[in-house]
């Protein structure tokens, strides 16, 4: 299959996974995640998305440029991996949008430095609600239980809210890795729950929700996924660097 054959399927999936919910694909971002994958491949995808998504910072600096360098579309990119402290400087300068802001001292640094560069950048906060196969990401596990996890993670919000450079968007998850993807519909449905309470609590609108990726989108999509993060389903397997 062609990358374009490729990206159609998915957004089939995307359609139908939309009229299932009753749900508008409109509102659901289809966000191209082409970590490993060379410029040649990026350009491809771009006849046909805007979206693009990179998960490490030494790889992105050289390949977002190499890209952009070759195009006159209107690219927007998307940080979806961990951030090192060392490295916000360089996420400032190449990304639109950080999925994964997973902590407040990295938001702190990521304002300040937005600010320095006149910027606003968009992020969303990497909440681990499935307690399972997460590095990183704010305690999210048994929030609706559980004020001792419930209130730390609305401060944090309410901090990151309140931050100049940066504007708060919503949450992001990652799903653990099931056999069967109906297995993730909890982890997806505890996420979209919880940005309902954090709205609710703090008045805010958190219009996004990140969620799903190659394995799980279509039951990230019934469960409100707003953007939808998928490599393999656009690129094929991922290239050893
Ligand atoms: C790699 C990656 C994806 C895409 O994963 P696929 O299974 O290839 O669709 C999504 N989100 C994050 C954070 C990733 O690192």
Known sequence: MTIAAN?????EHIASACARAGRD???????????THPPAVI??????LQHFGENRVEEAVTKIPAVMQQTDQPLVWHMVGHIQSRKARDVVAL???????????????LSRLAVERDKTLDVLLEVNVSGEDAKYGFNGVNWSGDPAVREPLEQAVAHIAALPGLRLRG???MAPI?????????????????????????GLDLPDLSMGMTDDYPVA?????????????????????
């Open 7 to 11: 990206i159609h399927q998915v957004q």
């Open 25 to 35: 694909p409109r509102d659901v971002t289809l966000l191209a995640v082409s970590k």
């Open 43 to 48: 350009l491809e995808a771009a006849a046909h």
């Open 95 to 109: 990304f639109s949008v950080v999925h994964s802001l997973d902590s407040v001292k990295l938001a702190d640094r």
């Open 171 to 173: 949450l992001m998850t």
């Open 178 to 202: 099931v056999s069967d993807m109906e297995q993730t519909r909890p982890v997806f449905a505890a996420l979209a729950g919880l940005r309902d309470a954090l709205r609710q609590s703090l």
């Open 221 to 241: 999509i019934e469960e409100g996924a707003t953007i939808v993060r998928v490599g393999r389903a656009i690129f094929g397997a991922r290239r050893t660097l």
